[in-house]
Nanobody, 114 residues
Framework: QVQLVESGGGLVQAGGSLRLSCAAS????????MGWFRQAPGKEREFVAA????????GYADSVKGRFTISRDNARNTVYLQMNSLKPEDTAVYYC???????WGQGTQVTVSS
């Protein structure tokens, strides 16, 4: 069992930045590929970014490529999402996930005003 707690969301103007964190419980965190997803009102949850267990490999949705950076600190059992050049269309609840497993956090709200 893995528990995930996201934080770092908030209200920001377009062009601004936010850094999301996802703290995970469990001693096996470093074995998992981790991901960030988001869900906007009235839309389905969509993939944002993923990172391998070592952090050596990452992947991004086309919509965030070049603006968002995923990283992890296995010593702190934490995965991050640095979001720069935010746009109003980035407004959503952001969730972290253990890829391939049904472990999700409660989500953190990101609102980008125009």
């Amino acid at each position: 069992q893995v528990q995930l707690v996201e934080s770092g969301g908030g209200l920001v103007q377009a062009g601004g930045s936010l850094r999301l964190s996802c703290a995970a419980s469990g001693r096996t965190f470093s074995r998992f590929f981790m991901g960030w997803f988001r869900q906007a009102p009235g839309k389905e949850r969509e993939f944002v970014a993923a990172i391998s267990w070592s952090g050596g490999n990452t992947g991004y949705a086309d919509s965030v490529k070049g603006r968002f950076t995923i990283s992890r600190d296995n010593a702190r059992n934490t995965v991050y999402l640095q979001m720069n050049s935010l746009k109003p269309e980035d407004t959503a609840v952001y969730y972290c996930n253990v890829l391939g497993h049904d472990y999700w956090g409660q989500g953190t709200q990101v609102t980008v005003s125009s």
